[in-house]
């Protein structure tokens, strides 16, 4: 486990939250401790101010400030995180005056997804996100961090190189996104590969701790991280699964969705988010047990229409029903299940089968010499498996577009 290094006491840290009013401040901060929780921290007290704006130098008022110094000697907590994004000079002051380690929430999201991402991809996309966000944060930055805290905020580009380097850091974050640019090509590559091939699919989307990796791994028997933290899942990951009509879907699952998903990890996400833009068919997972099943819903709904996901079929799926008391009426829009106990796969599998477009099959065909054009076109359309020349014409095994089944149909072969 990445999220606490082994050798170090788990980080006691004080939660502080700023109550301006423009959202709600304690669910935020619920969702803050739970952060918290998964990076590996033990969260001692929880301070929320209310005021109509931060201040200026310090985020929140002096007197507050005071209180929490005494308060962390109290309770020999060594970490802040702010459920705020503060500026290196506000790190550098609060620090000054608490004699705590100073990170705000942006950091804590991206100290998780440091130690979680698997792969090469998405560990690029949170280096360079961090590169990002610290070198606007380099003054002040420093003093907030060198102090001790668990580790936590320290994972990922190494402090000293940041104080001393700016440069360095440019032309790391230069080279971080060469490399992702090339990454991306080659995901855009194989993306048009299985195009050609024929193959639809399938995308696993939905809020964090949803039981997205789980349904999927009952899915496809892959084995992928399930666990009860948040962002457990920050990669794509693929897998092909069979249908129950025979068709051969590639299903993925995604990074959990949250709100107030700081838009620097937004950014860093979208190109791993925007390949579910390309799927045929959207699994959004909800967790049907949490009282606020609905608005999580609709944040992960936005966040799909920002992505362009918009008019891709959807399914939404309830989970956790093992959980909830409540009628559950399936249909093939809606549709209940238990990931964790396999309840209601089946229902699931078939509602994908009937929501999914008509699409490419897979053919042996005797197509004659005199239909020559014919299968010029099957061939640019669809991937070829073999081809062998009889007397009675070519034996073809190839995908067959569903425009042209029907008519490919005469030459079956027998
Ligand atoms: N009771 C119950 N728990 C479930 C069910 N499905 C998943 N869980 C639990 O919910 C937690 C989160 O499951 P994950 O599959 O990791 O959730 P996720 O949506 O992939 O989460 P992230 O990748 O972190 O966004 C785990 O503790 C699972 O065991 C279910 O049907 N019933
Ligand atoms: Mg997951």
């Not at 999201?109 to 280096?127: H, M, N, S």
């Not at 380099?138 to 003093?143: C, E, K, R, V």
């Not at 693929?238 to 299903?251: C, F, H, I, M």
């Not at 929501?355 to 005797?366: G, H, I, K, Q, V």
Request: glycine fraction near 8%; include cysteine; aromatic fraction near 4%.
């Amino acid at each position: 486990m990445h999220e606490i290094r082994q050798n170090e006491a788990p980080a006691r840290a004080i939660l502080v939250g700023l109550d301006t009013g423009d959202y709600d401040a304690a669910v935020s901060m619920d969702e803050l401790r739970a952060l918290a929780d998964t990076a590996g921290c033990e969260v001692v007290l929880t301070v929320i101010q209310n005021r109509p704006a931060p201040e200026a130098a310090t985020c929140i008022g002096a007197g507050k400030l005071t209180e929490i110094r005494e308060q962390a000697a109290l309770l020999e907590a060594d970490l802040l995180i702010f459920d705020t994004e503060l500026t290196g000079m506000q790190m550098r002051n609060i620090s000054d005056a608490t004699d705590c380690k100073v990170i705000d929430r942006t950091m804590l999201i991206l100290d998780i997804f440091a130690g979680r991402a698997r792969t090469a991809e998405g560990k690029v996309q949170v280096e360079l996100a961090q590169y990002k966000y610290r070198l606007t944060r380099l003054t002040g930055m420093g003093t907030a961090l060198s102090r001790l805290g668990g580790g936590i905020g320290t994972r990922g580009p190494g402090e000293t190189k940041l104080e001393t380097d700016r440069r360095h850091i440019r032309s790391r974050i230069t080279s971080l996104e060469h490399a992702l640019r090339e990454m991306e090509r080659h995901r855009k590559f194989i993306g048009s590969r299985r195009k050609k091939d024929g193959i639809l699919t399938v995308a696993i989307v939905g809020y964090t701790n949803a039981g997205k990796s789980t349904l999927f791994n009952m899915l496809t028997d892959a084995g992928v991280l399930a666990e009860n933290k948040l962002f457990a899942t920050l990669d794509v990951t693929a897998r092909a699964l069979e249908l129950p009509d025979g068709r051969t879907v590639l299903l993925s699952d995604t990074v959990g969705l949250i709100r107030r998903l700081p838009h620097h990890l937004v950014e860093a996400f979208r190109s791993t988010l925007e390949e579910t833009a390309q799927a045929d068919l959207i699994l959004h997972v909800l967790d049907a047990s949490e009282a606020d099943v609905q608005e999580r819903m609709q944040i992960t709904q936005e966040l799909l229409n920002d992505l362009g996901c918009a008019e891709i079929p959807q399914i939404h799926v309830f989970n956790k029903a093992d959980l909830v008391d409540i009628p559950q009426h399936s249909d093939l829009e809606n549709v209940w299940i238990s990931a964790r106990h396999g309840n209601g796969l089946e229902a699931l599998l078939q509602a994908i089968v009937r929501s999914l477009p008509e699409t490419a099959r897979r053919m042996r065909l005797c197509i004659p010499y005199s239909e020559g054009s014919f299968l010029q076109r099957l061939r640019e359309e669809g991937k070829v498996f073999s081809e062998e020349f009889t007397p009675e014409g070519t034996l073809v095994d190839l995908m067959v577009d569903v425009r042209y089944q029907k008519q490919a149909a005469a030459f079956i072969a027998g």
